[in-house]
């Protein structure tokens, strides 16, 4: 890897770190970032996952205002998140390559829809009587969206977002607060079960990692200013570029 190179990948684990901490889809800037440099998918993919850890975390403690009185629906989720996360490390190992890929777009597609709709569904739905961990439905949901992160990775925030949208009744801020943390716990079981099984690329680790820190805290700030039809429109802008991405790559 050349010094420009380098650069290059670190510029990209900033921007990804940015990215996740205020929708999700990073994974779509530092894995073709990764390819681009000759790392083989497999590896690019695996060094990806361990290299964004930091910036999720920087990410979650960027937003740790949000997630004040969180704690019940963080364990609860994030066990989900946790189960999910090493199901989906666990597939990416033992299934051939682009098995589970061809599902993504339908994934984010379906998420779209979800963020979009979920004010409107949201006031339909208010005669219900939701739980406020969202349920069985959410952890499902979630589980489903942990085993997809695991795999691969790119938009699962627009999935938790969307889900957690529908089934919760809370501000889309703490709910951002929330996916990220949940996406932190799937970075790490996966890029813990990665780091024993898997090839990994240790030095593009470091340097996505370096850049992710930073992007993580960025976001967090970036993040937390935006308005939630705002927010929502930068969602809907990072899905439909990542399904532009994946059909096309």
């Given amino acids: 890897m050349t010094p420009l190179e380098a650069a290059g990948i670190v510029l990209a684990g900033v921007f990804a770190g940015g990215i996740n901490t205020v929708v999700g889809s990073g994974t779509l800037v530092t894995f073709p970032a990764l390819l681009a440099v000759g790392f083989p998918p497999v590896v690019a993919n695996v060094s990806n996952t361990l290299g ?47 098995a589970f890929e061809t599902i993504v777009p339908v994934l984010i597609g379906l998420a779209l829809v979800l963020v979009v709709v979920q004010p409107w569904l949201s006031r339909k739905l208010s005669e219900w009587e939701r739980h406020e961990h969202g349920g069985v439905a959410l952890f ?14 790119a938009a699962q925030g627009v999935l938790l977002v969307g889900l957690m949208g529908i089934l919760m009744t809370e ?12 996406a ?47 927010l929502r429109g930068v969602i809907v802008v990072v899905g439909v570029t990542a399904i532009v991405q994946l059909l096309v790559r």
């Fill in 52 to 98: 964004l850890v930091p910036g999720s975390v920087t990410g979650a403690i960027g937003y740790r205002r949000e997630l004040a009185g969180q704690l019940p629906r963080l364990l609860r989720l994030g066990t989900a998140s946790l189960v999910g996360g090493a199901v989906g490390a666990v597939l990416l190992l033992v299934l051939p390559p682009g």
């Fill in 184 to 230: 932190a716990v799937v970075n790490l079981v996966s890029g813990v079960i990665f780091a024993f099984v898997a090839e990994v690329a240790w030095d593009a680790v470091a340097l996505i990692a370096g850049g992710a820190i930073v992007g993580g805290m960025i976001g967090a700030k970036v993040g937390r200013k935006l308005s939630p039809t705002v």
């Fill in 140 to 153: 499902a949901g979630v589980f489903a969206a942990g085993v997809y992160g695991g795999y691969f990775g």
């Fill in 171 to 182: 501000t889309l801020q703490r709910i951002n607060a929330v996916k990220n943390v949940l």
